[in-house]
């Protein structure tokens, strides 16, 4: 079972991308979230892969640039009615923090604005992702796509804050650790989850 790919990005469709690993061409579904921050043409990537076996499609790979993602496609298929077209829809919408904070909210209009789930799949979704663990660390109650105080006592390590909401705005886990520790680094153990996050869209913006 493949479970990680990092090479080249050689194609990029409309529902798949090309990933060139070694002179090898993987052939990976991703939603149009992932597609649109894949890097250009020729760069490397990373996608987090999860495999799938069918009789009538064979093998097929599913690509995510962070692992909430790839966690989240997963506990979304264990839905009855959730296939990997609908699992990718939801994602399309809504990031695995956004999809955390709806759940938590039982937003259940938030989940059905996804292509192709309907009022009573997007009930069904929020119900049974109550208390499954989508995301590391703090959800946000706040609407998609804000970034508002953490529903967290006041004593949770400001990092972690900083790290889930540059996730929450659709940066990728590894790029948003990496960012935030360099700037906790700089800053110090001082430094606020406001001052972390600025530093941190600062280092991304570079």
């Not at 590391?136 to 796509?145: I, L, Q, R």
Request: charged share 25%; hydrophobic share 50%; net charge neutral.
């Amino acid at each position: 079972m493949i479970g990680r790919l990092r090479g080249a990005v050689g194609e990029i469709g409309e529902e798949d991308a090309l990933i060139d690993v070694m002179g090898v061409g993987y052939v990976v579904r991703c939603g149009a979230r992932t597609l649109q921050r894949l890097p250009a043409l020729g760069e490397e990537t990373l996608l987090h892969i999860e495999s799938q076996w069918s009789e009538s499609a064979g093998l097929r790979l599913y690509g995510f640039l962070a692992r909430d993602e790839r966690r989240a496609f997963v506990l979304l298929q264990a839905i009855q009615g959730v296939g990997p077209k609908a699992a990718m829809a939801v994602l399309d919408v809504l990031s695995p923090a956004e999809l955390a904070s709806a759940v938590a909210r039982e937003d259940k209009a938030a989940v059905g604005r996804a292509n192709g789930v309907g009022p009573k799949l997007a009930l069904r979704i929020v119900t049974e992702l109550k208390d499954k663990p989508i995301v590391d660390g703090p959800v946000f109650m706040g609407a998609p796509n804000t970034v508002s105080a953490p529903v967290t006592p006041a004593k949770a390590a400001p990092t972690g804050d900083a790290v889930a909401a540059l996730m929450g705005l659709g940066v990728a886990e590894v790029s948003a650790r990496r960012v935030i520790e360099a700037a906790a680094d700089k800053l110090g153990e001082e430094a606020t989850v406001q001052q972390l996050i600025k530093a941190g869209l600062q280092e991304l913006g570079r």
